[in-house]
């Protein structure tokens, strides 16, 4: 099934007061698919993560990427 892009345009300002239109941002509907398995088990990294912070709010992003990181490293070590 192919995806779908959408371009978006604002115009910008330059240096010298022209309005010119900003690049186009290309954004696809379907977000990159993960291996099989892997958002869970980034998922549960990340809530291990939570949990050993004493379940302290407001670190979602900086738990998921955290976890993220671990994930692939340890991916990445299995495969050498």
Request: glycine fraction near 4%; hydrophobic fraction near 30%.
């Amino acid at each position: 099934m192919p995806t779908r892009k959408t371009t978006t345009r604002k115009k910008t300002t330059s240096a010298k007061g022209k309005v010119r239109p900003a690049p186009a941002i290309r954004r696809t509907e379907n977000p990159i698919e993960l291996p099989e398995g892997m958002w869970e088990r980034i998922s549960r990294k990340a809530y291990e993560l939570w949990e050993q912070r004493g379940r302290q709010d407001g670190n979602a992003l900086q738990d998921w990427l955290e976890a993220e990181e671990i994930v692939m490293e340890e991916i990445h070590e299995s495969r050498e």
